[in-house]
């Protein structure tokens, strides 16, 4: 998948983008199939996503150290068939905070929305994400999925996870989920009782929770530099 | 091999074994049967060192070295292998590099050569033949989105590539159709040799059909109540546990 960045990238023909006072509108015409990279660092701080029939988009996001961070990134799905991904990932310690907001609004039949969000929080880091998910009454067999993650690695971090469905139709598919916790003991002793020593597992899995999120970047160029990024952050949370 | 002598371990406060003694040679094949809640598990646990469980009274002797104060990686290098009965799924972390690391960590205790990723991709390639999985098993995640069956034979891949000397199989035959028993018996049999012991966990008879024990014991209560050759695995079968334990 080549992700395009809306601040530096020539977008593909059928995008189409517009500045208004909510934020940066991204227009996905007919068919268009396009997937963008949002990095907080870049400043840009809200998004609409729209897609027409049969459009279909996946949005990453990665939070990696800024201070205070608020964002809000939605998709009107308009058109049948169309599609919207987001997957999120924050890396967060000292008092680092974020407020993250995604919505994805289903307006037509046979439409379908995933949202994966996922942070690793140190020190007094404190995230808050919030993920909402509209069905409208023509949208028949739409299919949402939602999951927030949190990995806690100090008593300081906390996060929040708030999932809101709000469905005004019988036919439909919906799931969410949440976890907010530290480290899981169970994939902690498994690791360990193949013979790896309890830091060096407890680094494979946090870069393993991470990593489900950096591996759907594959421009290797932006890959590796998220991920010198990410990995950075991480062993200063492990070494505390 | 393995002398464990009046164990008793208790989890959450209660106590479940209560008095286990086994002993285990090289080259020997143990099948430990047993009711629901008769301690299948905690033995395997204690073995593999889960923190969770804790050892008030007797030994556990693994080459004559006391390992019931080990930590769990500790164990797995001297050779102490786990199959779980609930494999782990860890999403995010590649099948393929935690067994090299793994493999490495058992390479560099004992003092042979680190292997890279090529290297390793050979010896992999081998181990999965075992098992008959497919190549592409490797690039996936630990366990993760695996079917039952293909998480237990990611246990025996585990234990191939690990060569372990004592391996404790708990309940590996557990959720298996008949196909996917065959190929797990059959990876079992490939591995056991002369100089390493298994140790089969099991609540039913019907792994043993494929994989011949040379002992057969039943634990009840925490202990071992009965010991015989592998006609006590057909005896249960036929009378049930209740009838063996009156």
Known sequence: MSLFNLKKDKLPSGVTLKQSDSGLEVHLARSVSADFILEAAEGVKNYRFILEEGARTEVLAFTCGETQTLATIEADMLGKDSYFSFKGLSVLDDSQNQRLKVTARHKAPHTTSRQLFKSVLSEAAFSDFETAVSVEKGASRADSNQLCRNLLLSEGARAVSRPLLNIDNDDVSCTHGATTGPMEESELFYLRSRGLTESAAKELLVYGFAEEILEVVQDTEVRSRLESLVRAKLQKALKR | ?246
């Open chain 2, 1 to 246: 091999m393995l002398e464990i002598q009046a164990l008793h371990a208790r989890i959450d406060g209660k106590e479940i074994l209560k008095g286990f003694d086994l002993k285990v040679k090289a080259g020997e094949v143990h099948a430990i049967m047993g009711p629901n809640g008769s301690g299948k598990s905690t033995l395997a646990k204690v073995l593999a060192g889960d923190s969770h469980y804790e050892v008030t009274k007797g030994s556990i002797r693994f080459e004559g070295k006391d390992i019931a104060s080990l930590e769990p990686e500790d164990r797995a290098l001297l050779g102490i292998f786990l199959a779980f009965q609930y494999p782990v799924e860890i999403p995010g972390v590649n099948n393929a590099s935690f067994l090299r690391m793994a493999y490495n960590a058992k390479q560099k205790f004992l003092k042979r050569t680190e292997v890279d990723p090529i290297e390793f991709d050979e010896i992999l390639r081998e181990k999965l033949k075992i098992v008959k999985m497919s190549a592409d098993f490797s690039s996936r995640s630990v366990n993760h989105g695996f079917s039952g069956g293909e998480k237990k034979r990611n246990e025996i891949v585990q234990m191939a590539v690990l060569e372990p000397k004592l391996a404790v199989l708990d309940e590996t035959d557990s959720g298996l159709d008949i196909d996917a028993l065959k190929i797990v018996a059959q990876g079992i049999n490939t591995l056991r040799r002369p100089d390493n012991a298994i140790i089969l966990i099991t609540h039913y008879q019907r792994l043993l059909d494929y994989v011949k024990p040379d002992f057969v014991h039943v634990l009840s209560g925490g202990r071992i109540i009965r010991s015989g050759g592998g006609e006590l695995a057909r005896e249960l079968e036929k009378k049930g546990y209740e009838l063996i334990q009156s």
